[in-house]
C-alpha cells in the first residue's frame, strides 16, 4: 500500500504560477505511470498529465504548453509546475500512481487549486 500525499494548492492570480508535490510514502520507481488528474464540482475527473516509467510524458490540449510534469524517483516525489494559470485551471488537483499489471491505482486526497483575481 502507498499513500500519496499532494501539496501546493493555493490561491493564485491569472497568469501565475504553482507547483504541485505528490509525495509517496514508498518507491515509486516501480509505478509504469504517474499522472495528475483535475476536478471541478459536478463534472468529471480528467487527465492533465501523465509521466511513464521512462520519462514519457503526455498532457491535456488544454494545458500543453503551461504545465510541466516531472518525477524524482529517489524523492518518491511527482511534480506538476503550472504556468500562466487561467480560471479555468481552477479546480481540485489530484495525484495517481499506476501499476498496469497487475492492475493497480492509489490515489491521493486532492489538493485545491483557485486561480481568481
Known amino acids: 500500500q502507498v499513500q500519496l500525499v499532494e501539496s501546493g494548492g493555493a490561491l493564485v492570480q491569472p497568469g501565475g504560477s504553482l507547483r504541485l508535490s505528490c509525495a509517496a510514502s514508498g518507491s515509486i520507481s516501480g509505478f509504469d505511470v504517474m499522472a495528475w488528474y483535475r476536478q471541478v464540482p459536478g463534472r468529471q475527473r480528467e487527465l492533465v498529465a501523465f509521466?511513464?516509467?521512462?520519462?514519457?510524458?503526455h498532457y491535456a490540449d488544454s494545458v500543453k504548453g503551461r504545465f510541466t510534469i516531472s518525477r524524482d524517483n529517489a524523492e518518491n516525489t511527482v511534480y506538476l509546475q503550472m504556468n500562466s494559470l487561467k480560471p479555468e485551471d481552477t479546480a481540485v488537483y489530484y495525484c495517481?500512481?499506476?501499476?498496469?499489471?497487475?492492475?493497480?491505482?492509489?490515489w491521493g486526497q486532492g489538493t485545491q487549486v483557485t486561480v481568481s483575481s
Open positions: 509521466i511513464t516509467s521512462v520519462r514519457s510524458t
Open positions: 495517481n500512481a499506476k501499476k498496469l499489471a497487475p492492475s493497480i491505482d492509489y
